[in-house]
C-alpha cells in the first residue's frame, strides 16, 4: 500500500520510483561489468584485493536480496 501511496498521492512519485529501480538495475551491471573487467585484465591474481572485491559483491547481492523479499 505504501508503494501505492507513493505511486499515485506523492508528487512526481511514479518518476522517483522508476529511478529508483533503474538505478538499482544499472548498479548491477555496472557491477558485473567491473568485475568482466578484472577477470580479462588477470586482476584475479593480485589474491587480497580480488578476495575483497568477491566480498563486497557477495555482501551486495545479498543486500540486494534482502530488498527485494522484506516488505
Known amino acids: 500500500s505504501s508503494v501505492i501511496h507513493i505511486t499515485q498521492d506523492v508528487h512526481y512519485g511514479w518518476l522517483i520510483r522508476n529511478l529508483h529501480a533503474n538505478g538499482a538495475s544499472m548498479f ?3 557491477l558485473y561489468l567491473h568485475i568482466g573487467r578484472g577477470l580479462y585484465y588477470s586482476s584475479y591474481l593480485y589474491k587480497t584485493t580480488w578476495t ?5 559483491l557477495l555482501m551486495v ?8 523479499v522484506l516488505p
Request: aromatic fraction near 24%.
Open 61 to 68: 547481492m545479498a543486500t540486494a536480496f534482502l530488498g527485494y
Open 28 to 30: 548491477f551491471i555496472c
Open 52 to 56: 575483497i572485491g568477491v566480498f563486497l
